[in-house]
């Protein structure tokens, strides 16, 4: 209990310092202290494969994306410019209630945990075995959409980025554009500078 | 020592609403997808908290329960990579990602 409590304050309190503060960097990096948290906190509820993915994944890949992304465009924090004087305390105030009133929720329904011994059985520390058997079995047609989404993700990130190579090199012919790539870069157009305004 | 269900969902439901605080909050465009990186991995917990709870019944239901998280994972990889592009594309045109003029995006 008292491993859960620790991590469960760490990883508040790092939420909080997501939420609340002002550099984009320092919020990014207190995400961080949070995903690693929920990484232990994976390790307690038996999912060791898991744990380990989320800090290769989360902890690491995504977040440095998110540093790089950060670092590249330098976002400042502009300062308050509220049209809505309320709206702030507002939010604050319907985030605590929310949270008291799921976490009473949580709590009122009051189940035992289940046998400790029976879980390290069933889950065998939630390996990568297992993981794979259910991965390839049960949760076949989801692995092939993620191979599907992953491929769309990677391709839409392409097209999105080479729009901004050509334009940087030089002004874009209208109809020099090679073939196949006019739909990339149409698609890319309505986001991008070069379009016609 | 054995920790109930409930204390995971409860602090899964805190993180969860502390994210959507940020989501309310935050003006810049990168700062609201922090947030909701923190709204995936609260739910990603109460997976997890779930999965443990139903391997006490049944294995199968308990090592499916984990294997959703990893997809929620992939799935999480790509909407980062995608929507960091949309942000750069964005930052270009505007030199800014202040959600309040983010009036371009609309279809």
Do not use: C
């Amino acid at each position: 209990m008292a491993t859960f409590v620790v991590l469960a304050v760490v990883m508040v309190v790092g939420a909080l310092g997501v939420v609340l503060l002002k550099q984009p960097v320092h919020a990014a990096l207190s995400l961080v202290g949070t995903l690693l948290a929920l990484a232990v906190t994976y390790v307690t509820l038996e999912a060791h494969f898991l744990a380990a993915v989320q800090v290769i994944v989360y902890a690491g890949a995504i977040m440095v994306l998110f540093l790089f992304v950060l670092m590249l465009l330098n976002v400042q924090d502009a300062g308050p410019r509220r049209s809505l004087p309320g709206l702030r305390w507002a939010a604050y105030a319907a985030a605590v209630v929310t949270a008291t009133a799921i976490a009473v929720v949580a709590f009122w329904d009051g189940r035992p945990a289940p046998d400790p011994a029976i879980v390290s059985l069933h889950l065998q520390g939630g390996s990568a075995g297992g993981i794979g058997d259910a991965l390839f079995g049960e949760l076949l047609l989801a692995f092939h959409l993620v191979g599907v989404l992953l491929l769309t993700g990677v391709i839409g990130a392409v097209a999105l980025v080479q729009r901004r190579a050509e334009s940087a090199h030089g002004a874009p012919k209208g109809g020099g554009l090679p073939g196949g790539r006019t739909a990339a870069a149409g698609g890319a157009r309505a986001l991008g500078s070069g379009g016609p305004r | 020592m054995n920790v109930p269900t409930d204390a995971y969902v409860a602090l899964s439901g805190v993180l969860f609403a502390i994210g959507a605080m940020g989501v309310l909050v935050r003006r810049s465009a990168i700062m609201v997808f922090l947030s909701v990186e923190l709204m995936l991995n609260a739910a990603n917990l109460a997976i997890v908290a779930y999965a443990r709870h139903w391997a006490g019944f049944d294995a199968l239901a308990g090592l499916t329960g984990q294997t959703v998280v990893f997809v929620v994972l992939a799935v999480a990889a790509a909407e980062v990579a995608v929507g960091l592009a949309i942000l750069i594309a964005i930052f270009r045109d505007r030199a800014s990602t202040d959600v309040d003029g983010l009036a371009e995006v609309r279809l």
